[in-house]
C-alpha cells in the first residue's frame, strides 16, 4: 500500500498564543537570527579575506559558520511569520525542508570529528602534521561529509513522509522535526 496522505499541509501548534506574546517571541527570534547570522557572516568574510586564515583550520572553521547560517535559517525564518501572521499553517514541502536540518547537523558533528582528529595530528604528531595534513586531503575528507549528510538527512526525510499522517496534521513544535513529526495526537 502507498503513501495516503491526503495532508497538503501542518498545523505549527509550539507558537504562542496572543498577539503580545507572539510579538515578543518574535522580537527575541528576531535578535538571535540577526546576530548569530552576523557573528558567522563576518566569520565566513575574515576567514575569506584575510591571507593569513587561509589555513587547515579556518578552513573548517568557515564551512561551520556556513552550516550554522543554514541551520538556524531553516527553521527560524517559518517562525518569524508564524509569530507575525499568527498563520500556523505549513506546507508539507516546506515541513520537509526544515526536515532537512538533519543534513546540517549532520555535516555539523562530521567536521567537528575532523577538527578533532587535525587538531590530534598538530599535537600527537607535529613532526608529521605538515605531511599528513593537506590543502587535498582536507577537501577529500570535506566532499564525503557533505554527501553522508545529504545522504542521513534524505533518508530520514523520504522515510517520515513515507508515513501515512491521515490521523493527524497537527505538529506540536514551532518547526517541523522528525520526532515531532511521528508524535502521535493526543486523545
Known amino acids: 500500500m502507498g503513501n495516503s496522505t491526503t495532508e497538503t ?4 501548534l ?11 517571541s518574535f522580537m527575541v527570534f528576531l535578535l538571535t537570527y540577526l546576530s548569530t547570522l ?20 579556518y578552513f573548517f572553521l568557515r564551512n561551520l559558520s556556513i552550516l550554522d547560517m543554514c541551520f538556524i535559517s531553516f527553521n527560524v525564518l517559518n517562525a518569524f511569520v508564524n509569530s507575525l501572521t499568527g ?9 520537509a525542508t526544515q526536515i532537512l536540518v538533519i543534513f546540517c547537523a549532520c555535516d555539523y558533528l562530521q567536521f567537528l570529528t575532523i577538527m578533532a582528529w587535525d587538531h590530534y595530528v598538530m599535537i600527537c604528531q607535529t613532526v608529521y ?8 586531503l582536507y577537501v577529500c575528507m570535506t566532499l564525503p561529509s557533505l554527501t553522508i549528510g545529504l545522504v542521513y538527512a534524505g533518508v530520514h ?31
Open 129 to 136: 602534521y605538515s605531511i599528513t595534513m593537506n590543502p587535498q
Open 157 to 187: 526525510t523520504g522515510n517520515t513522509f513515507q508515513l501515512s499522517f491521515c490521523q493527524s496534521n497537527m505538529v506540536h513544535q514551532f518547526f517541523c522535526d522528525v520526532p515531532s513529526m511521528l508524535t502521535p495526537p493526543a486523545t
Open 87 to 95: 498563520n500556523r499553517a505549513i506546507s508539507v514541502a516546506d515541513c
Open 14 to 24: 509550539g507558537s504562542p498564543d496572543g498577539w503580545k506574546l507572539s510579538f515578543l
Open 9 to 12: 499541509e501542518f498545523l505549527l
Open 38 to 57: 552576523l557573528g558567522n557572516l563576518l566569520i565566513v568574510t575574515l576567514t575569506s579575506a584575510d591571507q593569513n586564515l587561509h589555513k587547515h583550520m
